[in-house]
């Protein structure tokens, strides 16, 4: 036996130490492990979520996951598999034992070591001659293609990525600008050739021929596929008006773009359009490296439409304590510059002219499908692809996920969106992968994402497009709240910021498909999102 598979075996409490749905952090050799009580049973697993390595102590234990307070991941308890998103791998699983009234934890040390477990992976067959081919290398293809391999398929399995990279974690570039694009991949290149998944890098495609199976791409090349998975995600929504084609005049998709962002801006006058999300962690970034920073919008505050004037004017003046200048309800004519085609100014709609030697425009993106030819019989919805629940396109073999596709969400009886969220990519991939194999694995999730600004971290989870009303607890002017959006008389998405993991838990309510009522949440919040998860518990586990 190697010393990797030495078995570590450690006393780490009294049966009575945990009540009934309580978790705490034990001691384990030189690790850590996560005991639980369940139903009874006592369990432990891997201590840490495998996504960004929150302490899931911290988070949310509900009928036989575990869910991360930061970005709503789940884990299962008996197996330690991963069961929501983000993330790629599991947790590792522990024995537990008791002896009389004592509890033993026993682990392996290259268990408690590697604090992630993966899914084994089955390999290409000779056999069989099937192709899918998956075009896109963000999350929702990753997930499709390592899905595949985990559930047993053995034809070939090819991403194409219009990227030079292989898949990696997008998120990161508007939060870590500067970082190497290989820290940042969600596989390494000897991982995706033990699974057989095979990575095409710079293959943007052209033109698909549904018929006869054949995707073209723009360097000439093609490739025929039994099966197709489109998961190209979004590109940036553009700015076309006088001087759009200047020399640092920037939108911020991949790694080049976030590196040439970040070295332009140093010393230099900014300005950033579009006060969302990108646009607004593209501004937490470069605060303290540039000589003035503004940001133009034609919204009243930041992040209006998503979190309400409420919450946006809260997260507004953490930037302008950072000197930032905001400009509200100020559009922009044109962008000018010099000789040598680069941008010096920029001309508002006020007739104001900003010093600009660098803009980053953060205004929305658009579905990456315009390869797709408007006279196929591929059903589409203003760019997106239509789906079902199974992520099934209207054609047999064709499938999309992630940010292009249209799908029914269960959160509004059904009906169609399309998110474009990390979380939301991962799930389609798996269920696209399913599909694929002809085997039915609906998407039923929360949507759930997080935006860091200055080190403070939001969460959000539901679905909040049409909310008429904000209910506040807690105090904006600390960035200690939690904020409920309504429609009517329910609760349908919940932000806070410093409340873990309130958020997480208002998730495994809604999963449940229960509704908060607006006038619960006005009278006592936090008990009632305590007392509703209460009863989730109860009547699973009934």
């Not at 996951?65 to 197996?79: E, K, S, Y």
């Not at 803009?359 to 997106?384: E, H, Q, Y």
Request: hydrophobic share 40%; proline share 3%; glycine share 10%.
């Amino acid at each position: 036996m190697s010393s990797a598979d030495e078995i570590v075996e450690a006393d780490v409490g009294h049966v009575n130490d945990l009540k009934e749905g309580e978790m705490k952090e034990v001691a384990v050799g030189t690790g850590k492990a996560l005991l639980l009580r369940e139903k009874g049973r006592y369990k432990a697993i891997g201590h840490l979520c495998t996504h960004y390595k929150a302490s899931l102590v911290k988070g949310v234990l509900c009928n036989g996951r575990v869910r991360c307070p930061w970005h709503g991941a789940c884990f299962n308890t008996d197996t330690g598999d991963i069961e929501e998103y983000p993330g790629l791998d599991g947790v590792e699983k522990f024995t537990v034992v008791v002896k009389g009234s004592r509890i033993f934890v026993r682990a392996t040390k290259s268990g408690l070591e590697l604090k992630r477990k993966t899914k084994a992976v089955v390999k290409k067959s000779l056999q069989n001659n099937e192709m899918v081919l998956i075009l896109g290398g963000g999350a929702a293809g990753m997930m499709c293609a390592e899905t595949l391999r985990q559930e047993g398929y053995t034809g070939r399995v090819v991403i194409a990525t219009a990227e030079p990279h292989l898949p990696y974690d997008r998120p990161k570039l508007s939060k870590s600008m500067d970082i190497a694009v290989e820290k940042i991949w969600l596989r390494t290149p000897e991982y995706l050739d033990s699974c057989d998944i095979e990575v095409m890098c710079d293959k943007k495609a052209k033109d698909v021929d549904f018929e006869s199976g054949i995707t073209k791409f723009e360097d000439g090349s093609y490739l025929k596929y039994d099966k197709l998975v489109v998961a190209t995600g979004g590109k940036p929504r553009e700015l076309r008006i006088p001087g759009h084609d200047l020399s640092n005049v920037c939108y911020l998709r991949t790694p080049e773009d976030a590196k040439n962002i970040i070295n332009e801006a140093r010393g230099k006058h900014v300005v950033v359009i579009g006060s969302s999300f990108i646009g607004m962690e593209v501004v937490s970034c470069l605060a303290d490296k540039v000589a003035s920073l503004s940001v133009l919008d034609l919204c009243s505050v930041a992040f209006e439409l998503a979190l309400g004037p409420l919450v946006g004017a809260a997260i507004q003046k953490l930037h302008e304590k950072k000197g930032v200048r905001f400009l509200s309800k100020t559009g922009i004519k044109e962008f000018r510059g010099g000789e040598d085609g680069k941008i010096s100014s920029v001309l508002l709609s006020t007739g104001e002219e900003l010093p600009a030697e660098l803009c980053v425009v953060g205004i929305g993106v658009m579905p990456a499908t315009g390869f797709i030819s408007n006279d196929s019989n591929l059903k589409m919805t203003r760019g997106f692809i239509d789906v079902d629940k199974c992520m099934r396109s209207s054609l047999s073999n064709v499938f999309a996920a992630g940010d292009i596709a249209y799908f029914p969400l269960f959160l509004r009886g059904g009906q169609k969106v399309s998110i474009g969220h990390w979380q939301i990519a991962h799930s389609h991939g798996r269920a696209a992968a399913f599909s694929v194999m002809g085997r039915e694995e609906p998407v039923h999730n929360v949507p759930y994402f997080w935006t860091v600004q200055y080190g403070k971290s939001l969460r959000y989870c539901g679905y909040g497009p049409g909310f008429d009303d904000v209910i506040i607890h807690g105090s904006l002017e600390d960035l200690k709240f939690i904020a409920f959006y309504t429609k009517e008389d329910s609760v349908i998405a919940v932000a806070s910021i410093n409340y873990d993991p309130i958020v997480s838990e208002v998730a495994e309510i809604m999963d449940a498909g229960e509704i908060m009522k607006k006038i619960d949440v006005q009278a006592s919040p936090v008990d009632t999102v305590a007392d509703m998860l209460k009863q989730v518990q109860l009547s699973k586990r009934g």
